[in-house]
């Protein structure tokens, strides 16, 4: 009697409608969404404060370290040398955007020049295609740990994912991720993706086989922390 209730229960179709609150709610919220050009200032914002944190933190470490050096290893007529290291302390900040700017260049370059597009398929392992995937995804590790996940949840983010190949939608907010095979990953409109999550295009079979097929999030879904889409 259970099973048929709950049969003819699935079968019922639902008449329920969103109460007039949520609509308004979300009407609401909507209104409230920054425009592309504030995303694009909070980018600049987020990626030069965290720049700034890094000088003032080796300049506090630089103190902290000429105040415990004796006095008396500073000789009479010398011109104080931390000075000079405090500029270059002062400097690291734009010496890493600077090296950040050039590393994106390069890593474009190498990911269009050695793939191109992914493709879908399987393909060898130890194969060409699947050699060179590598070594894009070793440099584009690099680029996350350098510069990317500093742009989490900023409109720098999608843009550089779209550089690199994914179909990214509007009203995406991406936590620090890992995308691969980008071109074969469709992000649509209103999409959440948390932190620490990957979706990946491609995967591993046997040992021996690289299979790479399209990947795509549905409008206003949301992955959790730590998820996997593959």
């Not at 983010?157 to 095979?181: D, K, M, S, Y």
């Not at 995967?203 to 922390?225: D, K």
Request: with cysteine; hydrophobic share 50%.
């Amino acid at each position: 009697q259970l099973a048929q209730r709950l049969s003819q229960t699935s079968n019922t179709e639902s008449d329920w409608t969103p109460p007039q609150v949520c609509n308004e709610v979300k009407n609401d919220l909507t209104s409230q969404q920054v425009g592309s050009t504030g995303r694009v200032v909070f980018g600049i914002a987020s990626f030069l404060y965290l720049n700034y944190l890094l000088g003032v933190g080796l300049l506090l470490a630089l103190i902290w370290y000429d105040m415990l050096e004796p006095a008396e290893t500073v000789k009479e007529g010398e011109t104080y040398q931390s000075l000079v290291t405090v500029k270059v302390w002062l400097a690291l900040p734009g010496c890493h955007v600077a090296f950040c700017a050039s590393w994106a260049i390069l890593t474009l370059a190498t990911k269009w020049l050695l793939i191109g597009r992914y493709r879908q398929g399987v393909h060898a392992t130890w194969g060409l295609y699947a050699m060179r995937s590598r070594l894009v995804e070793m440099m584009l590790s690099f680029s996350d740990v350098a510069f990317a996940h500093w742009l989490a949840g900023t409109a720098w983010q999608l843009w550089w994912l779209r550089l690199l190949g994914a179909t990214i939608g509007e009203n995406v907010c991406l936590g620090r991720v890992t995308f691969e095979h980008h071109d074969l990953i469709t992000i649509e409109n209103g999409v959440v993706v948390e932190h620490s999550a990957k979706v990946s295009a491609a995967y591993l079979a046997n040992g021996i086989e690289l299979h790479a097929e399209p990947v795509a999030v549905g409008a206003n879904a949301t992955i959790g922390e730590a998820a996997a889409v593959l």
